[in-house]
Structure formats: structure tokens, C-alpha cells
């Protein structure tokens, strides 16, 4: 009965039946799954001398070592590590199962090995970009689709979407978890929704244009594309008048970014738009979202659903589990995964309002919910811009500035050598799209304030644009993802070539990628 308990009322427990159902479940998961059938975990738990029975509550998960994406790459002795974390079962082991011999009386061999083929053999994949080393691919079994159509009709629940509403998944076409969750979500909700592929594939115009024909209610997307996208539909004339929701991801999204999107809603015709922001990374195979709140109030965090995995928060030096509440990196641990599996699973992401598990204030939904801004902690190590004032900057409080900036409409920042010259000191260049008409020095004041209270460096220049060479600058239609923090300074000589220019030089500095990809986006380091 409890099995069932966590997946019937995972909107309405609370948080101590929630933690015990979840440490039962794990037991019987890691157990009857993740131990037989995982080569790594299989290993690491018999070199560790540990159990699934050793998982009494939760807090006995800090028995087990964290996975991180460092234990992902392959190693001369592990040329294709990223298979060890597949499960790929034994069938004799399967047979010999009492639950298998009952089900092949009942219902026959064949039906049996149906049953372990959709939920052990792998039909899907999404991958992190890989943009500074080899993408990591993450399979999916029929059994991980069932659990992305599952949380996506939960997605759009939490979302408060309408079955009569018009969906443009503007996320890029491409193997990552943003298009496909979304994909899955609406065609398990049932409702009309069109992928147009993002930028690259369709253009800016091209996305218009279906804008235009199909009058979505709701526009999903990255926060960079969306905004560009809408700010061109203002620039036109274009009048988008039943938008209601605007949901967000692969990106983080600043309250100043809500309220840029607001705003150009509101040009556009759609003056009670809602922007919702959503939560997920490659090896989680899931996503979570927002539920509605009002614009002048806090977002209401990541609505989780607690029987198909479950985040732990630790302080991310020591490693040790915070408080509910409590800021920290995000741990992930999946419940219902087949396919690959990661077991506390080290996401590199710092959420400032921690895991709660109050009802809701916004939906009165009971859940742990992730609440607070995200950042990617690899990032606050962030770019030395070493011969400058060797000073360590902050590009995710460097976003956030920007971002917030009322007066700041698109930018860029970028980052090159003084005259090209490699031996020369770096320079940090903001490029900007003034908004509201403000005076240029004005807003050079405020713009060189803001930096030096949040990161003490302050751009070398600020340049002002037009909207449509920002849009070229950021490769808004042409490239997957806008390069928002670009690298321009010329390459070490013992360097590999450089790739294409989406991907080599342009080393594409921060711009958090929470849905999309976890892993893969480049550490932003100091070069020598
Ligand atoms: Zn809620």
C-alpha cells in the first residue's frame, strides 16, 4: 500500500511520510534494480561493504559516496564508463525472480519478456552539450518515457495549464532533455502544441511567423530566445494577444528578466501573462516547474514529485547534508530510473532558498519544493581575468545584474585581449541595447556602479547597440544558444584548433543551463 501511497498523493504529503516512503522506496529500488543490474553501483557498493538495507531513513543516504560528472568520463581502465551506470539486467536473474515465475503463469513468457524489454532496453537518449568535453548521452527505456509523460502531465498540472491552451515549444531541436520533456509533457497532457526548433532551425522570423498563425496561449522556451523573439514581435507590431503563460528553462531566470517579459507581454497585447521558470538537467531525465504566483511576490520554487526521485541540499565544501531551508548544492537521486541511473548525483547547482516542505502559499499543494535562485557553483569559481586586477568574477552575480538592469535590454560581455595581442592584458567589453531612452553616460554610471558593488571589476568599455546587432552579436536565430558571455581572446598556442564557432572560440561562458544540460557546460577557468 505504501508503494502506491507516494505516487497517488504525491501532491499531498507531508514531510515525514514523504521521507520515510521515499527511504523505503529507495531500499526496495536499489535493491531489486540499481545493485543487481548497475555495473558501477554494483561495484562501489560491494567495495564500500554497503547494502540496500543499510537505507533505513533518509539520512542514511550519506552512507553512500556522491557520483559527480568527473566519475562520468571515461578513464584509460574505463574506456566507456558512461555504460557502467546503464542497467542492463541479467535474465537469468530476472527469471529466477518469484514475481517473474507468477507473472509468466498468469499472463505468459512472452507477455514476461515484453515486460523487461520496455523497461530495460534502452530507445532514447538526451545528451549533455558538451561543449568542453564529450557529450555525455543518458538513455531512456519505455519505462523512463512513461516517467517523463508522467511528470510532464504534472508539469503542466503545477503550470496550471488548460487542455484548450496552444503550446510553441520554441526550445532548440536537439537530444536535449528542454525540447523532449516539453514535447512529452504536452502530448501526455493532451494538448496542441508545435516545436519550432528554436532559433537555428526556424529563424527569429521564422518563430514569428508561427506566433503569428497559431496565437499560442503559452510560449516555452529559453529566457534569452523568448525575450529576443518577443522584443522583435514589439518592434514589428505584432500583437500576441492571448499569451498566458511564458515557461521558461535552460537558463536561469532573473526577477528582472520576469519582468522584462512582462512588459514586452504587455506591448504585445497580453498584459496578465505569467512567466514560469522550470528546473532539470540531463542525468536527472525529469523536469519541475514553477506553479503561478503573482508578479510582486517571491516564484513559489520547483514543485518535486517525491516517488520518482528525490534532492538532498549539502554544503557544497564539506559534503554534508543541510537543514530544510538551507542553502546548498543540489544532490539528485533518482527513484523510478531505468535506463541510466546516477545515484546521488552531484549537480554543481546552488540553490540559495534550500528544499522546503511547507504546503505550498501559492497552489496549497503539500510537496518538497526546491525554493530560492540557482547558480552553478562551478561558475561562481568563475573567469580570472588574470592581468586586469586579478580579481575573481562572479558571472552568475554579473548576470543577475545585468539581468535586473531596468534600463538594460539585451546584452553581451565579452571578454578579449587589448589589441588581439596575446601577451596583453584581458578586457572586458558590455555590450548593450539601452532601453526607455535613458542618457548613454547615465546609464555607463550606473552600469560601471553596479559592477564594482557586486564583482569590484568594472568594463574596460560599454558600447551601446541597436537591437538587431545585439541579435547578431548574440547569435539570436543562428546559434542554438546565445552566446551571452562570449570568449574572444585569442587561444594559447598548444591549444587544440579551434572548433566551429559556436563552439570553439566563442567558448560560451556562463548562461546556467538547468534544464538542459547539467554537465558539459564549460567551467569557466582562468587560462594561462
Ligand atoms: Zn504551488
Redesign the pocket.
Known sequence: MNATLLRTQWQQLPERAVRQLQADKLRRYLRDVVLPFSAHYGELFRKKGLKAESIRTLEDLEQLPFTSKADLLNTPGHPEKVKEFVLIPDPKALARRPATILRALAKGREQVQRGFESEFRPIFLTSTTGRSADPIPFVYTQHDLANLSSSGIRIMQ?CGAQHDFRLLNMFPYAPHLAFWSSHYAATAFGVFCVGTGGGKVMGTEGNLRMIQKIKPDVLIGMPTFVYHVLQQAVELGVRCENLKRLVLGGEKVAEGMRRKLRNLASKLGSPGVVVLSTYGFTESKLAWA??P?PADETP??Y?LYPDLGLFEVVNPKSGVVVPPGSPGELVFTPLEARGSVVLRYRTGDVIDGGLVYEP??????TLP?LVGKISRSTEVKSMQLDKIKGTLVDFNQLEHVLDDAANVGAWQLELRKFNDDPHEVDELVLHVQKLNGVDDEKLRRELNNRFVERTEVHPNLIVFHEAEELRRLLGVGTLLKEQKIIDNRPKPKKDAPAGPPDEGLHRPASGITPITPAAGQPDLEARK
Open positions: 503545477v514553477e506553479c504566483s513559489s520554487g514543485h505550498c502559499p501559492h497552489c496549497g499543494r519544493r
